[in-house]
């Protein structure tokens, strides 16, 4: 319920727990684009890794956003840290016309349909959404010319009847799958 120039925005601190048992305040989660009266962080949810990077993540909700139709947001982990910079944003608006108050609550520690990747259960006023994850994969794409150098007084094919100058590319991807990939899917 953080208020901030006029309008109930809303925040999320993050703090750190020390081997003393102690809490250092290590910043804060907020939103500048969609904030007015949203209620940013009425609810969040640590969720298992979501990109496949190897650290948890967290799901914030802020249910009053857009008008009350509300919206949840997903920030990414690495190493010890909460990046932050939300990854993506999820407008009730996106989902089904009618929803209100989604983000109101969250749940992310499920696998409902057996996938091998978490998804997310959003509260909204009077119904339930389920979000299904899905695989990430990685691509690393190289790409090589061949002649690597053009000579442009060298006229060694032929298009639409006139002399050019050619050249090849060859384009080399190399996929990798970050989270786990079923066996139907396809990449």
Known sequence: MFFSGG??????YIYR???????????ALEIQDHGQNARFGSS?????????DGFNDVVVGAPLED???GAIYVFFSQRNRILRK???RIAAS????????FGRSIHGSMDMNEDGLVDLAVGSLGAAVLLWSRSVIRIHANI???PSKINVFVKDCERGGKDVTCMSAIVCLNVTARTAILPTQEV
């Open 44 to 52: 969040l949810a640590p969720v298992p890794d979501l990109n496949g």
């Open 17 to 27: 727990v020390t081997e003393l048992n102690r809490f250092v305040l290590e910043g």
């Open 86 to 88: 939300y990854k993506q």
């Open 7 to 12: 309008w109930e925005k809303g925040k999320v």
């Open 67 to 69: 008008d009350h139709r």
């Open 94 to 101: 996106d989902i089904a016309s009618g929803l209100r108050y």
């Open 144 to 146: 090589r010319f061949e």
